[in-house]
């Protein structure tokens, strides 16, 4: 990806329009941070597989793969970058682009296994949506759990 990236760089394009360019070449579950001196980069794959969210804390701009870490630096309001979006952040502000059409296909281990409980993903808490899963297993017919 990098390497990628820094062929439309060398070629003398912008770093966002180099990942633009870049992106139909990147392919799996990512979300990406990219950085130069004076831009930083939030992109996402189509698909949505990973959780990546965004919020804002005065001027600054946080991003993080779980939402629960917002909530250390006092952050109440955040959202998710979309799948196959890119958002870009300049001393100019923010903006956001969709680089492709997004096709879901969220990780459901993500609620199951990876997340910490006091996260929101897709707007639920991964707390109660393991509480509701154990509550439709337990009601399973044959469960004997």
Request: proline content about 6%; charged content about 20%; overall charge neutral.
């Amino acid at each position: 990806m990098a390497k990628a990236i820094k062929y439309y760089i060398n070629q003398g394009e912008s770093l966002p329009i180099a990942v633009e360019k870049c992106y139909p070449l990147f392919t799996g579950a990512f979300s990406l941070l990219i950085m130069s001196t004076d831009t930083l980069i939030a992109v996402r794959d189509q698909y949505g597989m990973r959780p990546f969210s965004v919020a804002k804390l005065g001027n600054s701009v946080l991003f993080a793969s779980e939402s629960c870490s917002f909530e250390t630096v006092g952050v109440d309001v955040h959202w998710d970058v979309g799948p196959g979006e890119m958002i870009v952040v300049t001393k100019e502000g923010m903006t956001a682009k969709q680089l492709a059409k997004p096709t879901p296909r969220f990780d459901i281990f993500e609620f199951v296994y990876f997340a910490r409980p006091d996260s929101i993903i897709l707007g639920q808490s991964v707390y109660q949506v393991r509480w509701d899963f154990g509550k439709a297993l337990a009601n399973w017919p044959g469960f004997s759990g």
